[in-house]
């Protein structure tokens, strides 16, 4: 038994030293004064070097099942985990001189951003209904709470009431839905569910219920259209720093989910889960390219970006094979650095309480500063995807998948998509390099954030030239 105790617990390691960081981190932040406060930035650091590291060593090479096949441990976990890790350290780096000039630079936005990412962890590993939803409330509360993390802004106070009432319905549908698929089944555990399903002759109108309800939930956490509405609204009301954090690292906890849920359970179900991914999937496409181009906040234009990205995401999983898999979350890797970059180059421009979330802000970037201009442009050319950066790269990889399962229709489609959505992008080039600013500030920043930023978008060009290490991390995830 004791021996079984310590196995459980070395399988979460990871979020075991993270929440007891976490609770060392509150401690710390309450006996520090404001002047110190870096301290708390510094802590936070080190508890995502060190909830990496364990992360990525948990369970060896293979796949590990702990407590009682609740909490699973394998190649997807440690990619994603890692990744998630990460994200949230370039997030927290971003976002230090960016508070720092609102007065907001308090212990809070580290807290919960950890909290945050510990919700991310539960989610990733999760293999029964009921961690599943422990850890993704873990993480819905905690942004909740940094949507409404300016208490003096009205408009992100109005973001916060939406975001929370929409995600508790969206996160009752997704309960309803487990507990019906559990009332018939009688398992909370997924690799007993995928069991069940295997046993029936035919699929119950039960079973088919539960999905649709469970998809529903899971589609509103994705942000995929027709559950869209809360996307626009959070990331132009909530600060840039809580923005960029939604953007990047929770998408990495939906596409775990998707496949936890999905493609591992209910494999049994292909033909129902397909037609329902790929709706939401072209509805996301369609949807977020055109109305993008309507936007004249940058946020704004990002957040219907992000939601012709999760098209995209989805069309992956959709195919039901191990390559769209595979492709779906290399794709999630590099969106969330594209995401990242260029909500850092939004956080560059905007100083002394000044918001650069216009597209106008952007005008003349080229000549105020050449180098951050070119990283942006990398980043855009990226998410559009333009060889040789990493979008064309993870884009051509989704639709190969698309035609070698036969969806040649949806990859036409997909592609016609990505052209339309090349308009928006192409505009923030044409007022960087084309347009002037007259009077336009110089852009300054701290060292370590100019270096980390120029760091992340050459990343975008990096992956796109030399796609073979994080591929072979994406290969063989479902074992």
Known sequence: MMNELVSDLSAVRAEAFLAAGICV?????????????????????????????????????????????????DPLARVLKVAAALAMAVVFLYSR????ERQLFRGEYYVLGLFALLGILVIISGHSFLVIYLGLEMLSL?????VVYDRDSPIGAESGMKYFVLGAIA????????SIVYGFSGTLNLGELREYAAGLDGVPVFLLVGLGFMLSGIAFKFGAVPFHMWVPDVYQGAPTSVSLLIATAPKLASIALVIRLVAEALPELLVTWQVILMTLAVLSLLIGNIVAIAQTNIKRMLAYSAI???????????????????????????????????FGIIMLLSSRGAEADQLDDFRGLSQRSPWFALMM????ASMIGIPPLAGFYAK???????????????????????VVGAFY???????????????????????DFRLVLSINALLALALGLFPGPLMDLCTGLLG
């Open 142 to 146: 905690a942004l909740y709470a940094l």
């Open 97 to 100: 001189p960016w508070l720092r």
């Open 25 to 73: 981190l509150l401690l710390f932040d309450l006996f520090i004064r404001d002047r110190h406060r870096d301290l708390t930035y510094a802590l936070a650091m080190l508890l995502l070097a060190g909830t990496g590291w364990l992360a990525a060593t948990a369970g060896g090479d293979g796949r590990v099942l702990a407590f009682g096949g609740s909490v699973v441990v």
């Open 377 to 380: 442009l990398l980043l855009m």
């Open 171 to 178: 996160s009752g549908t997704l309960l309803y839905g487990m």
């Open 308 to 342: 012709a990205h999760v098209g995209f995401i989805l069309l992956g999983v959709a195919t039901g094979t191990t390559a769209g898999v595979e492709a779906a979350v290399f794709y999630s890797i590099v969106y969330v650095v594209a995401a990242a970059g260029a």
């Open 425 to 447: 992008y192409l505009r923030v080039i044409r007022l960087m390099y084309f347009d002037e600013l007259p009077g336009g500030a110089p852009v300054q920043a701290p060292g």
């Open 396 to 418: 051509w990889i989704v639709l190969l998948a698309l035609v070698e399962a036969g969806a040649v229709w949806l990859a036409l489609f997909a592609v016609l998509m990505s």
